[in-house]
Structures are given as structure tokens and as C-alpha cells.
């Protein structure tokens, strides 16, 4: 291979950067956006699972359950919030709704999920599998890329950090 072609598709793959590892998903008129989670040290019975869902379509939909059996007992999706500088955590039984045009973000602070009765620590670089269950559009499997334990989302994932 000459200089000139191995350094056009090494240009070629490093402008791809995370277009080309991210992982985004789509289930009907929604779009999930880079599902993640954070590593847990050994003995942690619990994690939380982040991403954002995007509703493109004209009508709403609602996420009403999420399950991960491979890594969590149970999984539930939570709310976090500050009232009165008082933080309270409650779970969503009744699922959470995603307007027409509009974006959920389950982030730290935030809507999250929680996978809960860990079978083992959630590491660094590894993906669990997940699926989500929406109201209208159904099923859709998806993986959690596992960041560092202080990851933060937002500016720690400018572009999915290389993936």
C-alpha cells in the first residue's frame, strides 16, 4: 500500500470518528440515542442506565418498560428531582411519555434507569444488552455502552468519545 492511500483511509476512518462506532437506535418515529451506563465496583447491587429518546413522529409514545436479565434481577426507571433542596428519587410506574417533537433525556440527576440485584460489577468498555419497551412502538433491543464510574454524560460524551 502506498504512503499516499494508507493515509487517506487513515484520514477517512478519524473523520468518521464516532459517526461510525456510535450507537443510536430507532423503533418506529423514535430514535434512541447512545444508551450508557457507568462501571460499578465490586458488591454494588446497583447501576443506572442512561440515554435519550427522541420523538420524530406526530403522536406521543411512551416508554413503559425496560429490562436488562442478563445483568439486573430487576429494572426499573427512576426520578430524580430537587424540591426545596431536598433531592427525592421515585420510581415511574406508569412509564414516561415522549411528546411529538420532543426529547427525553435519562441522564445522572434526571430520569435514569436503575438495574437493579446486579449479577456481576457492570466494567468499564463492556456493553450489556437491554431492551426497551415502548407503548406504540413496541420493542427494541439495544445495548449500554459501560463508561468510567464518574462518568457524567453530556460533555463526557462529546462524540461518544470514539464510539
Known amino acids: 500500500m502506498t504512503k499516499s492511500i494508507l493515509l ?20 418506529g418515529a423514535l430514535k ?7 462501571a ?4 454494588a ?5 442512561y440515554l435519550v429518546i427522541e420523538n ?3 403522536t406521543a409514545d411512551k416508554l413503559i418498560a425496560v429490562s436488562a436479565p442478563t445483568i439486573a434481577g430487576r429494572t426499573e426507571m427512576h426520578e430524580m428531582a430537587t424540591t426545596n433542596g431536598v433531592m427525592t428519587m421515585r420510581p415511574l410506574d406508569s412509564g414516561v411519555e415522549i411528546a411529538p417533537g420532543a426529547k ?15 449479577k456481576q460489577p457492570l466494567k468499564q468498555d463492556e456493553r450489556v444488552k437491554g431492551t426497551l419497551t415502548f407503548e406504540k412502538a ?8 459501560v463508561e468510567a ?15
Do not use: C, N, Q
Not at 487517506?8 to 430507532?26: E, N, P, Q, R
Not at 447491587?45 to 442506565?49: E, Q, T
Open 56 to 58: 420524530t413522529g406526530p
Open 45 to 49: 447491587k446497583v447501576g443506572g442506565g
Open 104 to 118: 427525553v433525556e435519562f441522564k445522572p440527576g434526571g430520569y435514569h434507569i436503575m438495574f437493579m440485584e446486579l
Open 8 to 27: 487517506t483511509a487513515v484520514a477517512i476512518s478519524l473523520s468518521l470518528g464516532g459517526a461510525a462506532f456510535a450507537h443510536d437506535y430507532k423503533a
Open 40 to 43: 460499578t465496583p465490586g458488591g
Open 149 to 163: 464510574v464518574g462518568a457524567r454524560g453530556g460533555a463526557d460524551h462529546g462524540a461518544h468519545k470514539g464510539h
Open 32 to 38: 434512541i440515542g447512545h444508551p450508557w451506563s457507568r
Open 138 to 145: 413496541g420493542t427494541v433491543e439495544v445495548e449500554f455502552k
